[in-house]
């Protein structure tokens, strides 16, 4: 019999770590089934990709200019998760508009079979039409996000509306606390819309986790098809794998592993708020008070600029409490950097996760077992938080309420010491709730794991998206 062609797939990711390492590690997925692909990047964040991503004879990079000069940005910042204040933030989304037209040279002198695009990209679209190349879309967000963001343009919410508002039309009675941004909407409906166009989803979750019913409710919404091929996050098997995902963590994973080792079961509290947000130094200061009035164990990530206590007076006492770090140096452990937070989250020493609900750190917290108590900020986060709350009661709200367009700088709102401390107690005082929400996790997590081996949902929506890319490489060459 002849051997079959591998399939030669391109793909594209946004320039933010969040979107980058999950699609790299889709990526990966079709290079591990004998397929050719190939990521399009930039300088840095190809160099970011190539230390995290292990070797493989299938796995290429590609790499295009990026215009540092052009929109006036230093070498090197190529990344929406590099950059902490608006000006930058505007000339990196600018670069990344900017990539189009050396990635259009590189993929028409050397068309694929298939191009997946990140949706941050909707001119992959007229590319891929020109081309007449299928394409897929990947977004980095699950799909219950997209039906509530579907429901909701089916039935916005009323300008005279007060919260809560219902999500009409979905298979669980869902309310948000809080409407969306109108810019935030705004923009991420074009993209939505764009994305339709394509040829179908890629998602980075297992179908058990957002359920049969909102696979089907986007179908029948949208008549568009959905992809299940993760959690991509359990694809790094080895430690050194894991520890190093993404940039370079600031400490060693080793030295972290070891504190945790020497931790009770569950005893412990994980808070990280991803690579995109930064809260004010007064909201840090609420979550200081609350961490130590709970009495819970911790490890907090914080962001590599925060100083050290005894060093320079005022900078620092704004966001730490007097004496909080002497006082905690055996019950805590701050992290002020980019932590190793796959390895964190599999300890069995964490017995929960405060998280901004960046679908990335939702799903591994989902795989590795860990409750979460959410606290959402930007973007897609607050409906992430419904799926992990209300529908799936693997998590306690926090409670926060206020939807920003970006993840850092000041905000109206603090939430505050007292509903800190609340949820924290909600999941660590080993009471009935907790125990149920725990059990549930758990039980998510084991299935995460069943789907991405043989066999599994992921692993066979993975074979059949291989075999609708074969079709339509047929149906190309033989019209
Ligand atoms: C996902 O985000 C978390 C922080 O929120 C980070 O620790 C983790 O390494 C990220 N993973 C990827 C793949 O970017
Ligand atoms: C993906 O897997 C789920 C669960 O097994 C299944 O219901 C769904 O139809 C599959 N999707 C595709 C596109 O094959």
Partial sequence: MEEEQPLKIYFIPFLAAGHMIPHCDIARLFASRGHHVTIITTPANSQIIRNSIPHHPNFAVHTVHFPSQEVGLPDGLESLSTVTDMVNLYKVYQATTMLRDPIEDFVGNHPPDCIVGDFMFPWVDDLANKLRIPRFAFNGFCLFTLCAIESLKAH????????????????????????????????????IEIELRSNGLIVNNFAELDGEEYIQYYERTTGHKAWHLGPACLLHRTVEEKAQRGQKSVLSAHKCMSWLDSKKQNSVVYICFGSLCYFPDNQLYEIACAVEASGCEFVWVVPEKKGKENEEEEEKQKWLPKGFEERNSKKGMIIRGWAPQVLILEHPAVGAFVTHCGWNSTVEAVSAGVPMITWPVHGEQFYNEKLVSDVRGIGVEVGADEWGTVGFGEREKLVGREDIERALRRLMDGGDEAQEIRGRTKEFGKKARVAVQEGGSSYNNLTALIDELKRLRCCKTTP
């Fill in 156 to 191: 916005p919410i009323p300008l005279d509306a007060s919260p809560p508002f219902l999500l009409h039309g979905l298979p669980h009675p869902v309310t948000l606390k809080t409407a969306p941004p109108t810019n935030i909407k705004e923009v991420l409906d074009a993209m």
